[in-house]
């Protein structure tokens, strides 16, 4: 009976230290099955935006990108390391995606279709889609948002290079103003308005949008050009190839009449560079800037 008695005082002790331990934090450099993280499996990546692909590369992670989206330009090593799927508007396909055995797929809310979002999701494969601010807090964000994702927790020198070539952006005392001329071809010719990514590097750089009365894109007329009167006319370097050049530029309607057409004041930039908002986002900025004197 003695026995049986000490028996239960031991069960019973033992039972009480494992309740007050069950809320206990574990110690320094243990862990629990509770508190263990799972990480995503970024063995296989299929990014489709250009700013993510940037942000992964510049995390240490490109080799790990087996599939891109056609504006993912940089860098450049990824055109030959991973596939080009096309454009997220109207050639990526969830067959194509799926071909590649992804374990994880990123892209932005602007970017995606919602057929494509739904068949992503569809699909059994982990897929983060993210929301994108044309800010240089937007990029200091999706770098933030992207590494969490990928486990990646070193991040400052990344963000930090941004402030850096910020610094080195020198604003005019009189902001000139800047045309922005969406080209692919002389029968394709949109302008910006407001709340355009391209609006939002305009200002980084020390510019103001020549065209502030309606927002997004519309086609180019010579009323709008000559109304702007900009100081200077910007366009992605593929779009001015697309009008023969400078050369062709200098010809498009209206353009002959305006400032930047009289001082032949062009500028051509990579259109990744400028409107992609991802690490090189103070780059971009502190380029177009220099462009601006």
Known sequence: MKKITSLLAAILVL?????????????????????????????????????????????GHEKNIVGVDVTSTYP????????????????????GIMELK?????????????????????????????????TKDGAKKLIADVAKELGHEDIKAVQDKIDTDLAGVTKPEKAPKVLFIYARGANMLMVSGSGTPIEAMIQ???????????????????EAVVTANPDY????????????????????????????????KIITMDGGLLTNFGPRTGEAAKALNALLK
């Open 233 to 264: 006319i910007l366009l992605f370097d593929s779009g001015a190839q697309s009008v023969n050049g400078e050369a062709g530029v200098l010809k498009l309607p209206g353009v002959d009449k305006t400032n930047a057409g009289k001082n032949k």
């Open 76 to 95: 450049e090593s990824v055109k030959t390391t991973a596939k080009d799927l096309g454009h997220v508007a109207h050639g990526v396909s969830i067959e």
């Open 15 to 59: 039972a009480t230290v494992s309740c007050k331990n069950e809320g206990a934090k574990p110690a320094e450099g243990e862990t629990t099955a509770k508190d263990t993280i799972v990480k995503n499996d970024v063995s296989r990546i299929v990014s489709l935006n250009g700013a993510v692909t940037e942000v992964i590369a510049a995390l």
């Open 102 to 134: 992804p374990t994880i797929i990123f892209g932005t809310e602007k970017d995606l279709t919602p057929d494509l979002t739904a068949k992503i999701k569809a699909s059994g494969v982990k897929a983060v889609i993210f929301k994108q601010e044309f």
């Open 204 to 222: 980084l750089a020390g510019g103001e949008n020549a065209i502030t009365g309606f927002a997004d894109y519309k086609p180019l007329t010579p």
